[in-house]
């Protein structure tokens, strides 16, 4: 049997720490017609901020096949394929490809907090560009009605949470670099 090699277990265990923080986040929300608000887009960021694309992307993966497969991950409980094909499976798609973009970013460059600013910004524009033609296309409603309900009540909680991950990811680096002195997650 192939012994793993101890950083890449630490990796699997930090994303699937980061899959768990995830679904508890789901679990802290604030139902507002079929779009809640919740605390996983915090923790989509800081999967890519701190994992890096790869591992980050596969962390929130994970998480969204957990999901996809009954488990109660997302938002106020909820499991299964009918989660992922109503109106916020747009939402939970763009987790992943948000946390690839931003682990994508935030890695490519100094860990300067520009590259992290400019990271969570487009990761957060990634999950909407992804969660409203979704929320659209399954409501059937006008683009204006899909705008209004999913994206203007999350503005500026998802400006708190970008803000969030950027203040957590400077604060966490310099801990997980410790074991890791040559490149963190990539």
């Known amino acids: 049997m ?3 090699p101890l950083m890449q277990l630490r990796r699997l265990v930090l994303a699937s720490l980061m899959a768990a923080l995830t679904a508890v986040g789901a679990y802290i929300h604030i139902p507002l017609g079929p779009v809640p608000i919740v605390l996983q887009n915090l923790f989509v960021l800081l999967a890519g901020l701190l994992l890096g694309p790869r591992w980050g992307a596969a962390s929130i993966g994970v998480y969204v096949l ?10 106020g409980g909820k499991g299964g394929l009918a989660t992922l094909a109503g ?6 798609a763009g987790f992943v490809l948000g946390a690839l973009v931003v682990g994508w ?5 100094s860990r300067r907090t520009v590259w992290d ?3 969570v910004a487009l990761g957060t524009l990634i ?5 409203i033609p979704w929320l659209k296309l399954v409501t059937a409603w006008s683009w204006d009605k899909a705008l209004t309900v999913g994206l203007v009540p999350f503005v500026l909680g998802d400006v708190v949470k970008a803000i969030v991950a950027v203040m ?7 801990l997980m670099d ?3 002195p040559q490149q963190a997650f990539a």
């Open 127 to 131: 999950i909407y560009a992804c969660g």
């Open 105 to 109: 970013i935030a890695h490519s460059g």
């Open 66 to 75: 957990v999901g996809a497969c009954g488990l109660p991950v997302f938002a």
């Open 168 to 174: 957590l990811s400077k604060a966490l680096r310099p």
């Open 117 to 119: 600013i400019a990271a």
């Open 87 to 92: 109106p916020t499976g747009g939402y939970l």
């Open 178 to 180: 410790r074991s890791e």
């Open 2 to 4: 192939r012994e793993v």
